[in-house]
């Protein structure tokens, strides 16, 4: 357990080590806001073997970590002052620290690579869009038009009353949205369906918002898409076809950065370490090898 310090007091957030490399050290941001580290246990199959050291890490609020109840610590400068607390009790450094973010967790990343990017070797954007308007507009456009239209009716209808609770709101979501740009796999991997559950909804809710398409909450405005040139870390996007958000966008993010580089996952969703590993691994494996050894190129 790693103590921070808040506005409001201190608690206790958890980390677990793998590996131990002095060059290379990842710290990996969950989604959500609220989500777990075990989104991330895809990874203990691929980072050992490349000898990189990498760190699962729940954020204040989940899982394993203290879960205070004061909503004011739910912001995302208060999130951001936690991964540098968390930064300097693992010691990571600009010699090693790579920072990957997915989903919520991107957000994070590129909220932290514009406050603190001179402790950042490399920083890793997965899944994540740069601005949560188009997020929603993509989820409207696009990903909308792809359900049947009487599902999406009753989908909307439920919104519309705020009958989120409502089991034909989940019976209708899972094979028609998650199934098809959550997670691809089928059945789906056992660290996702045990993950879900300890999601901390109350945090989830208060700033992602309670609907899956697009985004409400206290991130419904948030937009760091004419920010992304003042970041100079090297910066890999990782976007997917079938993903929640526009793998277009994503791919554009990395041209926006100073020193970036994009990777599609032809095969993938919002969760394309479990979706496709084929081709998330090699792509992000390679990216942190070509860091490390100073030959970054886009």
């Known amino acids: ?8 007091g201190k608690f206790n957030v958890w980390t677990k080590r793998f590996g131990n490399n002095p060059k290379i050290k990842v710290l990996l941001l969950h989604g959500g806001p609220g989500g777990t580290h075990e989104f991330f246990e895809s990874f203990e199959s691929f980072f050992p073997q490349e000898g990189i050291e990498f760190y699962e890490y729940d954020q204040l609020g989940s899982y394993f970590s203290d879960k205070p109840k004061d909503s004011s610590l739910w912001t995302i400068p208060r999130f951001v002052e936690e991964v540098e607390q968390v930064r300097k009790a693992l010691g990571l450094n600009k010699e090693n620290f790579y920072l990957l973010g997915h989903s919520w967790g991107g957000i994070l990343a590129m909220e932290y690579a514009l406050k603190y990017q001179d402790n950042l070797k ?3 954007i997965s899944n994540m869009m740069s601005s949560c308007p188009a997020y929603g507009k993509y989820a409207e456009d696009v990903l909308a038009k792809q ?42 991997p056992e660290a996702l369906n045990r993950a879900f559950p300890h999601i ?32 100079k870390t090297p910066t890999l996007t990782i976007g997917a076809k079938h993903d929640t958000m526009d ?8 041209t926006q950065v100073q020193k970036g580089r994009s990777l599609l996952c032809p095969n993938g969703s919002h969760c394309a370490m479990w979706d496709d590993q084929p081709n998330y691994f090699p792509g992000l494996i390679q990216f942190i090898k070509d860091v490390d050894a100073g030959g970054f190129t886009k």
Request: aromatic share 10%.
């Open 147 to 188: 359900m049947d239209q009487k599902v999406l009716d009753t989908i909307r209808a439920l919104e519309a009353k705020g009958d989120f609770s409502n089991p034909k709101y989940m019976e209708l979501l899972i094979p028609n949205f998650y199934n098809q740009h959550a997670c691809r796999l089928q059945p789906w």
């Open 200 to 231: 901390n909804g109350d945090i989830y809710t208060l700033m992602q918002g309670p609907s899956e398409f697009g985004i409400g909450g206290r991130l419904a405005k948030w937009d760091r898409s004419k920010d992304l040139p003042q970041i």
């Open 122 to 124: 490399g920083l890793i």
């Open 1 to 8: 357990m790693i103590a921070v310090e808040t506005p409001v």
């Open 247 to 254: 793998p277009e966008h994503m791919k554009w993010m990395a």
